[in-house]
């Protein structure tokens, strides 16, 4: 299998968001992660779209959860019906479906994070199936037009139940189109690229090449982790390693070796051969890093696409970092 491919350029650029008024250097690029046949391969949206809005949040509340930049009607800008994502300076994110004139609904509780008037915000639009496969299954799954979709190429999507929605392309020559496994158009379904998404092929042909393009993230990304296996993209799609990742300050560690496979949180990252290197966390106060389940170092351990956490405990906050180059821009 070949090795993730990537080219990261720093290209100046006007941003066209609703309240930027300034130009800055917008590191853009893309990313190529070879899908390899009779194999499931865990990918993830390691680059994002440009901002549509960004500003200065005026005013927050909760219940209801909402904020408010006055200076843009959302109502105009946004496209009904699409989602978008919330960034706040430090990380927290959130999906956004609704929201009526300068004013946008979260689906959770921020003011916690935002001094009204200071907190700056960035508003992009949420990657769709359609938005990464294309319209026309743009980089050749496998759609052999048969009425049980488990016999094409498919796409395991998290969400919101912990679970996957599965989504194939559809081609008879009279229907065409991306659907989830009940039968249900599929082509708006979300795709956040903050999730990790597993891309199951038949045993057909050569690998294909699974390409993402778009400007590079350079905050760090807070989310919450689910108890039990949480599917995660790595949002940086070059030089993030467990050791700069910031993990070990938002998971459960291992203090002993007791602990280590029975309590201590578990990061899991497929390799080139589709097999998983699992990694945890232990400080005994003499001994500090990131080891494997072969007790080697596993601080070098590269998370440059989709990758897993085993959350041992209930649910909880996660910071994952981004490589500190990446905030120069």
Do not use: C, H
């Amino acid at each position: 299998m070949k090795p993730i491919q990537s080219a990261i350029i720093a290209a100046a650029a006007l941003i066209g968001s609703a309240s930027a008024q300034t130009a800055t250097t917008v590191p853009v690029g893309y990313v190529t992660k070879p899908l390899a046949p009779n194999k499931y391969t865990l990918v993830s949206v390691t680059m994002q779209n440009p901002a549509v809005a960004s500003g200065v949040i005026d005013a927050e509340s909760a219940a209801p959860n909402a904020v408010t930049d006055t200076e843009v009607n959302f109502t105009t800008l946004l496209t009904a019906g699409a989602t978008y994502i919330l960034e706040l300076p430090d990380g927290q994110v959130q999906e956004i479906t609704s929201w009526s004139g300068s004013v946008l609904t979260t689906p959770d509780d921020i003011t916690a994070f935002i001094t009204p008037s200071t907190t700056t915000y960035k508003l992009r639009k949420a990657s769709t199936v359609t938005d990464i496969f294309g319209a026309n299954n743009k980089f050749g799954l496998l759609s052999d037009g048969d009425e049980d979709p488990y016999n094409n190429d498919l796409i395991y999507i998290p969400n919101a139940e912990n679970s996957f929605d599965t989504v194939y392309y559809f081609d008879n020559e009279e229907t065409t189109g991306w659907f989830d496994v009940a039968g249900d158009p599929a082509d708006d379904r979300v795709i956040a690229y903050g999730d990790g998404i597993f891309v199951q092929r038949q045993n057909q042909g050569a690998s294909i090449d699974f390409v993402i393009s778009g400007e590079l993230k350079t905050k760090p990304t807070n989310g919450t982790l689910f108890s039990g296996y949480n599917f995660l993209g790595a949002v940086s799609p070059v030089g993030l390693t467990l050791a700069n990742s910031g993990l070990e300050d938002s998971l459960t560690i291992a203090t002993n070796e007791a602990e280590a496979a029975d309590t201590a949180d578990y990061v899991e990252q497929q390799l080139e051969d589709g097999t998983y290197r699992t990694a945890y966390y232990f400080n005994d106060g003499e001994t500090v890093g990131w080891f494997d389940l072969d007790g080697e170092t596993a601080d070098d351990l590269v998370l440059d696409t989709g990758y897993l956490i085993n959350n041992r405990g209930v649910p909880k906050q996660v910071s994952l970092a981004v490589p500190a180059a990446y905030l120069n821009y």
